[in-house]
């Protein structure tokens, strides 16, 4: 067993080990409310837009108007925008959403093209020769103004077809203790069939419902990205809640157990002082 100066300096190690994990926790805490409030304000504007464009496709003939971003085309070249963390301590997050990108990009027939937000993703592929066309910060406080050079490049990378598919790999947002790890085509856009058949509101549009489609079209691949950033991001800080408060727990059970092997290890040594004590006035005694 170790001595008792050893155990002190190890209690005294996980005990400052539980206060970092624990002050971290609570920064987590924090933000992962915020965060959860902008993922449900978020979700409620990007289904009415949702709704609003199927019902919009269906009354449009698309091979009577132009509207790139409708365009279904041979499928040569493919963008991935990838959203990851800027910092680890996350739990299983990270590994999950770079598992679900690699088995994505191996399963593909077409090549893609990688667009990163946050480093741990860039890193990741970049370590394993994957194309990195740009790597993109972003602060803890998301705005859709910090996202809208990623929609550009990406809408207008479309338009130009320097890719013809874009898809965005996230941690898709479910309650505090579970992220989902998702990749979903977002270009070109796709009518959702069964918001048509639902859809019983005739719908006066001015100028033209050809006009409002083109419009609202790239407003809705602005509305997708900034969601998946929402998403991702209140993603992150539950696991690292959680992660945290896991890590602190285990500091503090630790700690119970190096107190009790504390205990038992200052007793041992009372009690051999006692018998070297006993032991030495029995020999006095037998003089």
Do not use: C
């Not at 972003?138 to 996202?147: A, M, Q, V, W, Y």
């Amino acid at each position: 067993m170790p001595s008792t100066k050893e155990l002190r300096a190890r209690i005294r190690s996980v005990t400052n080990t539980a206060k970092v994990t624990g002050a971290m926790q609570l920064i987590a805490a924090s933000k992962m409310r915020r965060a959860q409030e902008q993922v449900s304000k978020g979700k409620e504007y990007s289904k009415t837009l949702d709704k609003l464009l199927s019902t919009l496709s269906s009354s449009v003939d698309s091979t009577e108007v132009n509207i790139p971003l409708l365009e279904k085309r041979e499928i040569k070249n493919k963008l991935l925008i990838m959203i990851t963390p800027e910092r680890g301590l996350a739990g299983a997050l990270i590994g999950n959403i770079n598992r679900k990108v690699i088995s994505s990009i191996i399963n593909s027939k077409e090549p893609y093209k990688v667009l990163s937000i946050g480093k741990k993703g860039s890193r990741f592929l970049a370590s394993r020769g994957f194309e990195i066309i740009d790597q993109i910060v972003i602060n803890d406080r998301p705005e859709l103004s910090d996202t809208l050079n990623v929609s550009e490049l990406t809408i207008d990378g479309f338009i130009k077809g320097n890719w013809d598919q874009v898809d965005i790999a996230f941690s898709e947002y479910i309650n505090t203790t579970s992220q989902k790890p998702t990749v979903r085509t977002i270009l070109p856009i796709t009518r959702d069939e069964e918001s048509d058949v639902n859809s019983n509101v005739d719908y006066i549009y001015e100028p033209s419902p050809q006009e409002v489609l083109k419009e609202i079209t790239p407003k809705y691949i602005r509305s997708q990205i900034f969601q998946s950033v929402l998403e991702a991001f209140a993603s992150e800080h539950s696991a690292r809640m959680v992660a945290m408060q896991n890590a602190t727990d285990n500091a503090n059970e630790l700690i119970d157990i190096l107190t009790l092997d504390l205990n038992k290890a200052r007793q041992e040594t009372i009690t051999a002082e006692l018998l070297d004590l006993i032991g030495g006035i029995s020999a006095l005694e037998e003089r």
